[in-house]
């Protein structure tokens, strides 16, 4: 089964600051690849999303993703943060033909204004 | 608004009791999830359904029960509550062409 793994899950920083959260899976074959956000209270939102073409992706908010299959890597970035931004952010692979998401642990990141 | 429904919101509930938590899509998806999300441990699968009249196991099935009786409606049951069930539940649904997953509010569920 694939894994997917994202690393220090606690991230406090201040608004300005620039966020990369990292992503990374134990999958083989062809995979689509997925952000999600939970804001405080509320359900998960898709952030953005990788099926095929150039790999880094844009998303909504200001947020990006690039895809280096080489390191079976998938990581978020966002140059300048707000304290708006503060939320859970979650990983997720989905191999090629098998429409089941496997998420990550999530990252909860705390942005002070 | 076109979306997911999930029924309860919010449920305590006495060990051994049974549950059903409900889910309603009107986005005429073809497959439906159920998650559960615990601190720490991110969303983990329960069961899911790909299409109507079919259903699978998740990584986390034990204690669990789904039905598909129709497309929009994907139920999900505890036959017999413990506490290491109290946990938040999503409901999601997705067109399975399109890989991305839709997410229902939640439901909280706490098992004394």
């Known amino acids: 089964a694939q894994s997917v793994s994202q690393h220090n899950h606690h991230v406090i920083l201040s608004e300005a600051a620039s966020l990369e959260l990292g992503c990374n899976y134990s999958?083989?074959?062809?995979?689509?690849l997925f952000w999600y956000v939970q804001y405080p209270g509320q359900h998960l939102q898709l952030l953005l999303k990788y099926f095929s073409g150039d790999p880094l992706v844009k998303g909504i908010k200001g947020f990006e993703a690039e895809f280096i299959k080489s390191k079976f890597s998938f990581n978020l970035r966002k140059p300048s943060v707000q304290w708006s931004d503060t939320a859970e952010y979650f990983c997720a692979v989905m191999p090629y033909g098998n429409n089941r998401l496997a998420f990550g642990k999530g990252n909860q990141v705390v942005v002070i204004p | 608004i076109a979306g997911i429904t999930q029924a309860p919101t919010s449920q305590i509930l006495a060990a051994g009791r049974r549950m059903t938590l409900r889910c309603t899509q009107d986005?005429?998806?073809?497959?439906m999830y159920w998650y559960r999300q615990d601190l720490g441990l991110g969303l983990r699968l329960i069961h899911y359904?790909?299409?109507?009249?079919?259903?699978g196991k998740g990584e986390v099935p034990d204690g669990y029960s789904v039905s598909r009786a129709n497309t929009d409606d994907f139920p999900l049951t505890l036959a017999s509550a413990v506490p290491s069930q109290t946990s938040v539940y999503f409901c999601?649904?997705?067109?399975?062409?399109?890989?991305?997953?839709?997410f229902g509010e939640g439901s909280r569920l706490t098992v004394l």
């Open positions: 359904s790909n299409t109507a009249g079919t259903t």
């Open positions: 999958y083989g074959g062809t995979v689509n």
């Open positions: 986005m005429r998806h073809n497959a």
């Open positions: 999601a649904s997705s067109d399975s062409n399109a890989g991305e997953l839709f």
